[in-house]
């Protein structure tokens, strides 16, 4: 690490220890003041590098709100942290019989990143054997979590469903824009609601209230069902399958694979997952004309045209052959924006499509997470020096303007939530990744080194 790594490094941990909790780390402070699943799972990985009990901490905390059926709630709300519309009251988690009575939590998911943060935390503790039982402790509820992905949101070629833009975690994605804009609830259908998040962002960063109204009808039909998959499954208006959301989840059954051998079970359901998953995604979510992969609208029957930052995940589930490698790394030579001598954005959106709004949330901003799936991805095909400039656009952009939630893609200026800790447990991440210790897997094109 350069001493200006070595400064941001300090600089992140400041910002992960003003945020945490005394049980896990919230993602800001005003905005969103409780545990978020994908943010934590994140959080654990770059706390890993400096204190690993809290990192386990992190992760043990978000698992014990962990519902009996297998779900992993997005938010599980701190008792006397602050405020956030949908709020327990608004979620009443406790309808359904597999919630806990406590904590209180949200009825939804965010992507299953978990397993890779575990294996990632394993790999930097420096005690194996009591690294050994940390992931016995947590295999169990990770398989738990993957199977309840399984049996509740899958089809038969291996891809899982959302059920809400927030599941997602790109909330507003242009992504979702086709699929919200068939609901339209009848007068009375969206229960009156007042939004905390605009007192905390720029109006104009955040979704409008006409996606708002959607998020909260959708919430509001699975709160009448109890949260029952069963009942929400052929109901519900909103199911798409994404290629973000999907792709973490080959990654991270692979993973749990590797958690799997390394404390003596058996690997293999989990390998099969995987195995599943991808070949789905590779047959059924891959645009040729494109050069990427798309999501798909289960209820419309059909892809949804809309070039976002998560189609190049899959390099990260190492699911595309070589030629599709490097067809989809083509497509992010186009796609990214330069910035600051050697750095590359991925936006959360092509700039060329006529939606692309650089300071609008999910609608172009750059996102720290979608930097670090696509670090990832090119490391693991071997495209090292891309993975490089990636990781560098990133730190690029905090060193420069601080830690906040997203950045614009074209200016660099941040924007959304301050003090933000999911980009700082990132930041970690990646400044250990650049230096040397990289997450396991041989590069599939060994030949792409150096480019
Ligand atoms: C809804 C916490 C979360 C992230 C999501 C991001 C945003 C919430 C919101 O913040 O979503 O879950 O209120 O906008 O989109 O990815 O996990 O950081």
Redesign the pocket.
């Known amino acids: 690490m350069t001493m200006a790594d070595v400064d941001l490094a300090a600089a992140a941990r400041q910002v992960l220890d003003a945020n945490w909790m005394g049980h896990a780390t919230r993602?800001?402070p005003r905005?969103?003041p409780h545990q978020?699943?994908?943010?934590s799972a994140f959080m654990a990985m770059g706390q890993a590098t400096h204190d690993p009990a809290r990192a386990q901490q992190e992760l043990r905390s978000l698992f014990a709100a962990q519902w009996s059926n297998g779900l992993v709630p997005?938010?599980v709300f701190s008792e006397g942290q602050g405020r956030?519309?949908p709020g327990p009251d608004f979620w009443q988690s406790p309808r359904c019989p597999y919630a806990p009575r406590r904590p209180l939590t949200?009825g939804i998911v965010?992507p299953p990143v978990h397993a890779i943060s575990a294996w990632r935390v394993f790999r930097q503790l420096p005690d194996a054997d009591e690294g050994r039982a940390f992931l016995a402790e947590l295999l169990p509820r990770l398989a738990a979590w993957h199977a309840y992905l399984y049996r509740e949101r899958a089809d038969e070629h291996g891809l899982v469903e959302i059920w809400h833009p927030?599941e997602?975690?790109?909330?507003?994605s242009p992504l979702w824009d086709e699929a919200l804009a068939r609901i339209e609830p009848a007068p009375g259908e969206v229960p009156p609601y007042e939004r905390i998040?605009l007192d905390y962002a720029d109006v104009t960063h955040?979704?409008t209230d006409r996606e708002y109204d959607r998020y909260v009808y959708l919430v509001a039909l699975m709160r009448e069902a109890a949260y029952l998959p069963d009942r929400i499954r052929p109901r519900l208006p909103f199911a798409v399958q994404d290629v973000l959301f999907n792709a973490l989840l080959v990654r991270a059954d692979r993973d749990l694979a590797h958690i799997a051998r390394e404390v003596g079970a058996d690997p293999r359901p989990f390998e099969e997952w995987a195995d599943w998953t991808a070949t789905g995604i590779d047959a059924r979510l891959w645009d040729e004309a494109r050069g990427l992969y798309l999501d798909f609208d289960v209820r419309a029957g059909r892809a949804i045209d809309v070039r976002s930052g998560g189609g190049f995940a899959p390099l990260l589930a190492g699911v595309p052959d070589e030629v599709r490698a490097r067809r989809l790394v083509e497509t992010l030579d186009r796609f990214a924006v330069a910035h600051d001598g050697e750095g590359l954005l991925v936006p959360s959106l092509d700039l060329d499509d006529p939606r692309f709004e650089p300071a609008r949330?999910?609608r172009g901003p750059v996102?720290p997470?979608v930097q670090w799936v696509v670090q990832a991805g090119l490391e693991e095909y071997g495209f090292r020096s891309r993975a490089a400039r990636v990781r560098a656009g990133l730190t690029g952009l905090v060193d420069r303007s601080g830690f906040w939630?997203h950045y614009d893609p074209t200016s660099g200026r941040a924007n959304g939530?301050e003090q933000?800790a999911?980009t700082a447990a990132i930041v970690l991440d990646v400044l250990q990744a650049g230096s040397g210790d990289r997450p396991a897997g041989e590069p599939t094109i060994p030949d792409g080194s150096g480019t």
Request: aromatic share 36%; proline share 6%; no cysteine.
């Open positions: 993602p800001s905005l969103y978020w699943s994908w943010d997005h938010i956030y519309f949200s965010q927030w997602s975690g790109m909330d507003n998040d955040r979704p949330y999910w996102w997470v939630e939530g933000f999911w």
